[in-house]
């Protein structure tokens, strides 16, 4: 049993911190949480002396083995598997208690996850989408990984108008994906400007999504623009991820696609932070960031659904310091510190429907912790100064002692 005492606690559900907290930790949950809470005789006290407490962020939009680089066109390219060891450890030594991969090579994600979650390795807990669907010739088996064969084999499903969508999405259910993943984007960005690539049609998509919905199975569509974005909301996406991405050019954020963010039931991870560190990659391709920046801004102003997600493991976007950076970067959008924070804890937890298993501090939850040094609501810089983090009731990273 562990003892938390002495604590400033940020909760994660938005609430306002709460000084002089006590949590009790009894296996991998929380017990119990308040002030002036007795400590159990034999329990290990952790003595924060006033230092902030919060749930474990969560990184909703990885690629935990890696991707190809952006500028090395047709390379070949591998998601490398050997690389989810060493990736999930600089994750948790940033805070990060849950992942949610994107697209890695399957089945391998999905018996690393199994593996995670069976207590078998430390680790942030482990989602995953498995191999994704894609139109046949388009983005992104054909554009970023020029055919790639061990892609085609190990990430991706291909869809033309002779595909069994139902069996497709059915076999991906029997594996046991988290999620499903579905490509919606006619961009090559590699041939800017004539970037159109085949796309998926809209009667795909709504058939994806009714397929997926019948097997409990929610849906993640990456989407390169506006346009994409509309049509996947109206196909029935729950998380649309990325707002705007480099060399495209339909970036006005229209009342018609406000209305039907705020009005459903879905949810947007801009992946700010890897649009902001690629705009200009493309040769010949106008900036995109300023346009990002207003569309972020108008999502927040209207109340939009935002996780936190940073498409980590493509080139120069770090895993795990990465969350840190969206969040400073949804403060430049305008919310608060402490909306950002709730955006990485409690919020991704209710956009991946297992907030009564993580991301918020409470009874009965999963004992998903992160000890911060500098107070986080004067700057949202100070997440960073991680001095412990706890997962599922066991301390993995301590540096309180440097204190």
């Given at each position: 049993m562990i003892a938390i005492k002495n604590a400033n606690l940020i909760d994660g559900t938005g609430a306002a911190p709460q000084k002089n907290a006590t949590v009790i930790i009894e296996g991998k949950t929380i017990k119990q949480t308040g002030t002036d809470l007795p400590i159990p005789e034999g329990a290990h006290i952790i003595d924060l002396q006033g230092k902030h407490l919060l749930p474990g962020f969560t990184d909703a939009h990885t690629h935990l083995g890696g991707s190809v680089s952006l500028d090395r066109p047709g390379a070949a390219s591998r998601i490398a598997t050997y690389d989810f060891a060493e990736n999930k450890e600089t994750a948790l030594r940033w805070g990060i208690t849950t992942l949610r991969s994107a697209g890695d090579f399957t089945p391998d994600i999905l018996e690393f996850r199994n593996d995670v979650n069976a207590g078998q390795c430390r680790s942030p807990r482990i989602l995953a989408c498995g191999r994704f669907l894609q139109a046949k010739g388009g983005h992104p088996l054909s554009t970023v990984y020029s055919d790639d064969p061990e892609i085609a084999k190990n990430a991706c499903v291909l869809i033309d108008e002779t595909t069994d969508i139902d069996a497709e999405i059915g076999e991906l259910h029997e594996l046991g994906v988290d999620w499903i993943k579905v490509m919606v984007s006619d961009d090559n960005k590699f041939k800017y400007p004539d970037t159109k690539a085949p796309g998926l049609t809209d009667e795909q998509l709504r058939k994806i999504s009714d397929s997926a919905h019948r097997r409990?199975?929610?849906?993640?569509?990456?989407?390169?623009?506006?346009?994409?974005?509309?049509?996947?909301?109206?196909?029935?996406?729950?998380?649309?991820?990325?707002?705007?991405?480099?060399?495209?050019?339909?970036?006005?954020?229209?009342?018609?696609?406000?209305?039907?963010?705020?009005?459903?039931?879905?949810?947007?991870?801009?992946?700010?932070?890897?649009?902001?560190?690629?705009?200009?990659?493309?040769?010949?391709?106008?900036?995109?960031?300023?346009?990002?920046?207003?569309?972020?801004?108008?999502?927040?102003?209207?109340?939009?659904?935002?996780?936190?997600?940073?498409?980590?493991?493509?080139?120069?976007?770090?895993?795990?310091?990465?969350?840190?950076?969206?969040?400073?970067?949804?403060?430049?959008?305008?919310?608060?510190?402490?909306?950002?924070?709730?955006?990485?804890?409690?919020?991704?937890?209710?956009?991946?429907?297992?907030?009564?298993?993580?991301?918020?501090?409470?009874?009965?939850?999963?004992?998903?912790?992160?000890?911060?040094?500098?107070?986080?609501?004067?700057?949202?810089?100070?997440?960073?100064?991680?001095?412990?983090?706890?997962?599922?009731?066991?301390?993995?990273?301590?540096?309180?002692?440097?204190?």
């Open positions: 409990n199975l929610p849906v993640m569509a990456h989407v390169d623009d506006i346009g994409d974005m509309t049509r996947a909301i109206k196909a029935g996406a729950d998380t649309i991820e990325h707002i705007i991405n480099v060399a495209t050019s339909d970036h006005e954020l229209t009342d018609e696609t406000l209305r039907l963010l705020t009005e459903g039931e879905v949810w947007v991870v801009p992946t700010l932070v890897a649009t902001k560190i690629h705009d200009g990659s493309v040769a010949g391709a106008p900036p995109v960031w300023p346009a990002l920046q207003t569309a972020a801004a108008r999502m927040v102003e209207a109340g939009v659904r935002l996780g936190v997600g940073c498409d980590s493991g493509i080139p120069f976007v770090p895993f795990g310091e990465c969350v840190h950076m969206e969040m400073e970067l949804l403060t430049q959008a305008g919310y608060t510190p402490l909306q950002a924070i709730t955006a990485a804890t409690g919020g991704n937890a209710k956009m991946l429907r297992m907030s009564n298993i993580f991301g918020t501090i409470a009874p009965g939850l999963a004992a998903d912790i992160v000890v911060i040094g500098s107070n986080p609501l004067e700057s949202i810089k100070n997440t960073k100064d991680i001095r412990m983090v706890i997962r599922n009731g066991k301390i993995a990273i301590d540096n309180l002692l440097s204190d």
